[in-house]
């Protein structure tokens, strides 16, 4: 058994020792340019009042916008499954927290037994005077514990397990920032391409008008001498004309075909980037799994009525 003196000296080396085993950890030295793409720029805006930092997605006023960005940060299973890993974290901090300091425990059991005669034992208490075959036992125990972390181990464990929580926190809060730029990009980039559909929509049907005659109806009125300008708006001097034009196609080679075909294919490329931002849509609302979608991002029914109407305008033309 050590001594006192020993004991003493140990349990003060552990309680005041600042060391531990292990490398100390050292700060990443990661300089920052001085100025950023665009500062200048930023520098001379003046706003008109302060950003709102946790929900800035609301800055551009829209509030369809705002629901949709919402409604991401809800249903993103990643974004879901976040919390979990920190609350994991946190326990994990806990249990290392705990491994610091002094555990205790209490434990008792009863017991009653009978005693069999036929074994050697029961043989010898059989042959005792009054000897009762039943037994009572009770049994009850206080016991303590404290890992004196002589060598830091313990220490270092709750660096650990401090920084993975810090960093789950992290994680958790750039995941959300990520999920709500996606959606913000991905609903502007639609708004867009909505703009652009339509565009593409206009010019098919200037396309498709040029198989039609043109009919166009044009009036003059007005003055008009060469004797001087005393007479300029005299009775002998009023004019007036009316005229009637028409202009028809009949050939050009399939150039109106191609104007159509043209438009057609700027269409088609302006429904698939669509589609490419209606993955990405789900992809930034559900993340890895899938729930629901809202029906404002879909545009399958819009581009069959699309194309159902131009292939009767072609039809008809």
């Known amino acids: 058994m050590l001594p006192r003196r020993t004991l003493a000296m140990l349990i003060s080396a552990s309680l005041s020792a600042g060391c531990a085993i292990g490398p100390d950890y050292v700060r990443p030295d990661m300089p920052l340019p001085e100025r950023y793409l665009g500062q200048a720029a930023v520098d001379q805006r003046h706003a008109t009042a302060s950003a709102d930092l946790v929900a800035w997605w609301t800055g551009f006023g829209d509030p369809q916008l705002t629901r949709f960005v919402i409604l991401a940060l809800e249903q993103n299973l990643d974004l879901a499954q976040a919390p979990a890993r920190v609350a994991q974290a946190r326990a994990g901090l806990g249990a290392a927290n705990a491994a610091l300091l002094p555990s205790g425990n209490i434990n008792g059991q009863a017991a009653r037994t009978y005693q069999s005669v036929e074994t050697p034992l029961g043989q010898v208490l059989d042959s005792t005077p009054d000897f009762d075959r039943y037994g009572?036992?009770?049994?009850?125990?206080?016991?303590?514990?404290?890992?004196?972390?002589?060598?830091?181990?313990?220490?270092?464990?709750?660096?650990?397990?401090?920084?993975?929580?810090?960093?789950?926190?992290?994680?958790a809060t750039a995941t959300q920032l990520a999920v709500a730029a996606q959606a913000v990009d991905i609903y502007i980039s639609i708004r867009g391409l909505q703009a652009r559909l339509a565009v593409s929509n206009a010019?098919?049907?200037?396309?498709?008008a040029e198989y039609y005659p043109k009919l166009s109806l044009s009036g003059l009125i007005g003055s008009a001498t060469s004797v001087s300008g005393g007479s300029l708006f005299s009775n002998g001097a009023s004019q007036a004309a009316g005229m009637l034009g028409l202009r028809w196609r009949l050939f050009d080679s399939g150039c109106i075909s191609a104007q159509i075909h043209l438009a057609r294919g700027q269409e088609a490329e302006v429904l698939a980037c669509l589609s490419a931002c209606n993955r990405g849509r789900r992809k930034c609302l559900l993340g890895s799994g899938y729930r629901t979608c809202p029906g404002e991002w879909t545009h399958s029914g819009a581009r069959e009525e699309l194309r159902l109407r131009h292939t009767k305008k072609v039809s008809s033309a």
Do not use: H, P, Q, T
Not at 136 to 165: C, K
Not at 203 to 208: T, Y
């Open 136 to 171: 009572n036992a009770y049994e009850v125990n206080l016991g303590a514990s404290w890992e004196l972390d002589l060598f830091g181990g313990l220490r270092r464990g709750r660096e650990a397990a401090l920084a993975e929580y810090l960093a789950s926190e992290a994680d």
């Open 203 to 208: 010019r098919i049907g200037v396309a498709i």
